[in-house]
């Protein structure tokens, strides 16, 4: 189902508000902390952040009825977001995307998806953790990669009481590489 004229006019002015609403908080963010992950790599167009697109949302559009239902329909009437699941434990909506055309893996829609499609993987290095689709292009590396690295290297194998396999395997799980 592609999208008409007027749908892209909606979901440009939408996807402009969107943008400029993800910079102050992301500008807020920074001023508040320092950034912990960095985004290396790029998009091999594996397409499985387009198979269940997932909105974790906040308290107040969780838990007012009314609100849930504007935004739920934004997200099918507009977005062409089909509701599967609502995840209450991390109050978030799983979706079926009817713009994904699963046989060619690609979006009919593309130059005018939505935010959260425009967003992936950027979005989760505000998680604690962030974890990406096996198979992704893209790779979480942390900010600090460097100086964790170098504190990795200087140590001695004896002082840490780690043997090779160990300490790639940590350079590993700590995103150092």
């Known amino acids: 189902m592609q999208d008409g004229p007027l749908r892209i006019a909606l979901k ?18 920074r001023l508040r902390e320092p950034p912990r992950w960095r985004l290396g790599g790029a998009c091999e167009g594996c397409a499985r952040c387009c198979e ?3 909105l974790r949302v906040g308290r107040l559009l969780w838990f007012l009825p009314r609100t849930r239902r ?15 699941e609502a995840d209450r434990a991390s109050r978030s909506f799983v979706f079926r995307c009817t713009h994904f055309d699963w046989q060619r893996r690609r979006c009919d829609s593309y130059a005018s998806r939505p935010g959260i499609c ?6 989760l290095l505000d998680q604690p953790w962030p ?8 790779k979480v590396r942390a900010a600090d990669a460097e100086r964790q690295a170098q504190v990795l290297d200087d140590a001695t194998l004896e002082q840490a009481g780690l043997d090779e396999a ?4 940590l350079r590993e799980k700590l995103r150092v590489d």
Not at 12 to 29: K, N
Not at 118 to 123: A, E, G, L, T
């Open 12 to 29: 440009t002015v939408a996807r402009w508000l969107w943008r400029f609403d993800l910079s102050l908080l992301r500008a807020s963010r």
């Open 52 to 54: 269940a697109p997932t």
């Open 70 to 84: 504007v935004f739920l329909w934004w997200q099918r009437v507009v977005n062409g977001f089909e509701l599967v």
């Open 118 to 123: 425009r967003d992936y993987p950027r979005v």
């Open 131 to 138: 974890e990406l689709f096996e198979g992704c292009g893209f």
């Open 166 to 169: 160990q300490r790639k395997a």
